[in-house]
């Protein structure tokens, strides 16, 4: 199953776009990506997901790459409720759901 | 809906008791999950369950148990706790399997062995 790599933290000012990158050299064509992020140790929320089409909803933004072995979740105007850790995460089946270390989110005023 | 929700909250326990964590879920929700987070660390998964009657382990079962007697709860059950189990627990369901079906996690229950 793919791993993913992600940055540590990242700062991002208020009402400004966040962009968090990711990378997932080693995806299958099967597997989808996906975005949750955890805000103070509460649980996951799922956020966004796809497979190689970039996709929009309410909350962000994902683009992935043509080659599948990065995506950008993109938050277009990021709030100080926004602070929180993201994972992203490849999956192709409900048991191989891995989590890493995650990106910790700080916007700041 | 209420979604997922966790009974207790916080937990404290000595080495060598035993507890249920308590989970229940009201989405009509095939697929239920019990992960761990250690601090700063990602989530790892303990069990899961497919459905009544149908569970199995994750990636670290060891020292848990699980079962499934209704589509609604989950519980998981610490025998003999031990300080390597002091973390996080959370639940979660999702309708189905499948690479397109998104987990609802729960507010998760923090547990401490001393």
């Known amino acids: 199953d793919a791993k993913t790599t992600q940055p540590p933290s990242m700062d991002c000012a208020e009402g400004r776009a966040a962009n968090l990158p990711c990378n997932h050299s080693t995806i299958s064509g099967n597997e989808y990506v996906y975005w949750y992020r955890q805000i103070h140790s509460q649980g996951p929320q799922y956020i966004i997901h796809?497979?190689?089409n970039n996709e929009t909803n309410e909350m962000a933004s994902l683009i992935i790459t043509e080659d599948r072995k990065s995506s950008t979740l993109i938050l277009p105007h990021a709030t100080l409720r926004d602070t929180a850790v993201y994972y992203c995460i490849v999956k192709a089946n409900f048991n191989k759901f891995y989590f890493g270390s995650g990106t910790k989110l700080n916007v700041k005023p | 809906n209420a979604g997922v929700t966790q009974t207790p909250k916080f937990r404290i326990l000595k080495i060598g008791q035993s507890m249920t964590l308590q989970c229940t879920q009201d989405m009509n929700h095939n697929y239920m999950y019990w992960y761990r987070q250690d601090p700063g660390m990602g989530l790892k998964l303990i069990y899961y369950s497919v459905g009544a009657g149908i569970t199995d382990k994750g990636e670290v079962p060891n020292g848990y148990n699980v079962s499934r007697s209704t589509t609604e709860d989950f519980p998981l059950r610490l025998e003999l706790a031990a300080p390597s189990q002091t973390s996080v627990y959370f639940c979660?369901?999702?309708?189905?399997?499948?690479?397109?079906?998104?987990?609802?996690f729960g507010p998760g229950t923090r547990l401490t062995v001393t």
């Open positions: 979660a369901s999702s309708y189905e399997g499948g690479p397109t079906s998104e987990q609802y």
């Open positions: 796809g497979l190689k």
